[in-house]
Nanobody, 125 residues
Framework: QVQLVESGGGLVQAGGSLRLSCVAS????????MGWFRQAPGKEREFVAA????????AYRDSVKGRFTISRDNAKNTVYLQMNSLKPEDTAVYYC??????????????????WGQGTQVTVSS
């Protein structure tokens, strides 16, 4: 069965950095668009960043542009989220998601088929 396993979360001071990783198994990773989403307590899950399955298209929510970078390594079935200049408002559970041949125009939508269990990111002020 498909599994997405996130790691790399933790507690960091404002201005610091973290790199999240998500390892996928049970799917043909290169055929899947991969995204990162987050959910803070009492708030809805929101899009953070995504990487298309072909063509190298990336997408970011406005508030993380210039601070976060998504990348993928198809040989390792892994997608990464490098997070720099972290702010307290970045505090949330971060989820990895995958969807088969998802259209680039839909990368920011929540309708991914597969989801990981999440990893907590806490940014202290």
């Amino acid at each position: 069965q498909v599994q997405l396993v996130e790691s790399g979360g933790g507690l960091v001071q404002a201005g610091g950095s973290l790199r999240l990783s998500c390892v996928a198994s049970g799917l043909t990773f290169s055929r899947y668009a991969m995204g990162w989403f987050r959910q803070a307590p009492g708030k809805e899950r929101e899009f953070v960043a995504a990487f298309s399955w072909s063509g190298g298209t990336t997408a970011y929510r406005d508030s993380v542009k210039g601070r976060f970078t998504i990348s993928r390594d198809n040989a390792k079935n892994t997608v990464y989220l490098q997070m720099n200049s972290l702010k307290p408002e970045d505090t949330a559970v971060y989820y990895c998601a995958g969807d088969y041949q998802k259209a680039p125009s839909r990368l920011s939508r929540l309708d991914y088929k597969y989801w990981g269990q999440g990893t907590q990111v806490t940014v202290s002020s």
